[in-house]
């Protein structure tokens, strides 16, 4: 069922304490942790706790959640210093983008100077 634990999900079992991860935040409904792959000097996931297979399907189904998971995404980036030099907050949705985990996620990315169009 939608927002339900998935078995074979990676964020599924951080989110359960399965898989140990670098939390830097943690509400209710959602969790914030350190990238094992950083690409910045501060690369921060931030999921909700239930699962969704990507952040339009979190914004369709559980709009207060998403609404949760950016409002976060914000205050880790002031948690980090990052609201004076700019930041950016991705969410690759779908393989051809990038998306390797399907479950919905923030990334929070600064500390360095980032181009824009990305790659
Ligand atoms: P995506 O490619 O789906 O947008 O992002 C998935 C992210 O999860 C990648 O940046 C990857 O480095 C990160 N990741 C993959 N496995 C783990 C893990 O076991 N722990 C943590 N903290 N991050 C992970
Ligand atoms: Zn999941």
Known sequence: MAG?????CLFCKIVQGEVPATLVR?????LA????NP???THVLVIPR????????????APSVAADVLREA??????????GQGYRIVFNTG?????????AHAHV??????????G
Not at 95 to 103: E, I, P
Not at 109 to 118: A, S, T
């Open 4 to 8: 339900e634990p998935q078995g074979d």
């Open 26 to 30: 943690a509400t209710e409904t959602t």
């Open 33 to 36: 942790f350190r990238d094992i």
């Open 39 to 41: 690409q910045a000097p």
């Open 50 to 61: 239930l699962h969704y297979p990507d952040a339009a399907s979190l914004a369709a189904a």
């Open 74 to 83: 914000g205050e880790v980036a002031a948690d980090e210093k990052l609201d």
């Open 95 to 103: 393989a051809g983008a990038g998306q390797t985990v399907f479950h």
């Open 109 to 118: 990315l600064g500390g360095r100077g980032l181009n824009w169009p990305p």
